[in-house]
């Protein structure tokens, strides 16, 4: 089976519920979305509602994958730039797709929905990440037709001892 994506969807409780569950679990499951495990939902919670303020001024959209038993089994945020000089590309935030659903395909599957999702708003040229060193991100995006374009050593800390790279990933839409 693959995900349904829906671009923009409707926040209600229950979609709201579904992104704290996947994103604390992606999290405990050692996925680099802004936590080092262990987390729980109230953790969680004021990054998600951080997401959400960003939508409801209109500077992130929201895409989100469910399985076929409607659950909420991927996300991404895009992001508009706001920046005058840089409106022609928009940023990925927070790229999850389920440990129950990881090796299906599905990231591939949620990237290029992002790209999709991106290809209709006015005048994206463009995407761009970032994504943690060390676990092999870079490798999986680049698959995905996306180019490392910058590199910051050492830039995240993940504990004590433990800093990994801060990767810039590009891929261009046109």
Known sequence: MSLTFT?????????????LDLWTDVSNAGGAVGFVPPV??????????????????????????????????????VTLNTHRLMTHWVWLYTV???PRHQ????????????????RTLDGIEAI??????????ERFYGSCGYKEVGRIPG??????????DDVFMLLPLL
């Open 7 to 19: 671009f923009e969807p409707a926040v209600t409780p229950d979609l709201r519920d579904g992104l």
């Open 40 to 77: 729980d939902r109230e953790m969680v919670r004021p990054s998600l509602v951080g997401h959400f303020a960003a939508m409801s001024e209109g500077r992130t959209r929201l895409l989100v994958g469910h399985d076929e038993a409607s659950r909420v089994a991927a996300a991404a945020f």
């Open 96 to 98: 999850m797709v389920h």
């Open 103 to 118: 090796g299906k395909g599905y990231g591939r599957d949620l990237l290029a929905a992002a790209a999709d999702a991106a």
């Open 128 to 137: 761009r990440l970032t994504c943690r060193g060390g676990l092999g991100l």
């Open 155 to 164: 830039a995240i800390r993940v504990a004590p001892g433990d800093d990994r």
